[in-house]
């Protein structure tokens, strides 16, 4: 059985940093492009960042660019989101997803297996 669990989210206040962390378990985890996605109330779920499996391509949403930093450990089958200089408009539930077949693509439907997520708040 896939399961991919984040972790991590919590409250922080404008400008602070955050790291989430995803568990994957049940798949070849090497062999998967792993991402980042959020999902903000009232908003369709949208893009973050992505990595493959040897970390030699990663992509990020232009509005993260700069602050957030994928990565990954295939080791322990776990990939990470540091977002820095966190904003209002990140709030959101964020939820990992693997790939198989893909590259670090933003593209949803390419994703076969998702996490249940982790709630974001970013408020003064």
């Known amino acids: 059985q896939v399961r991919l669990l984040e972790s991590g989210g919590g409250l922080v206040q404008p400008g602070d940093s955050m790291r989430l962390s995803c568990a994957a378990s049940?798949?070849?985890?090497?062999?998967?492009?792993m991402a980042w996605f959020r999902q903000a109330p009232g908003k369709e779920r949208e893009f973050v960042a992505a990595i493959t499996w040897g970390s030699k391509n990663i992509s990020y949403a232009d509005s993260v660019k700069g602050r957030f930093t994928i990565s990954r450990d295939n080791a322990m089958k776990m990939v990470y989101l540091q977002m820095n200089s966190l904003q209002p408009e990140d709030a959101a539930v964020y939820s990992c997803?693997?790939?198989?077949?893909?590259?670090?693509?933003?593209?949803?439907?390419?994703?076969?297996?998702w996490g249940q997520g982790t709630q974001v708040t970013v408020s003064s």
């Open positions: 997803a693997a790939d198989r077949w893909g590259g670090a693509t933003a593209l949803l439907e390419n994703y076969e297996y």
């Open positions: 049940g798949i070849t985890f090497s062999w998967y492009t």
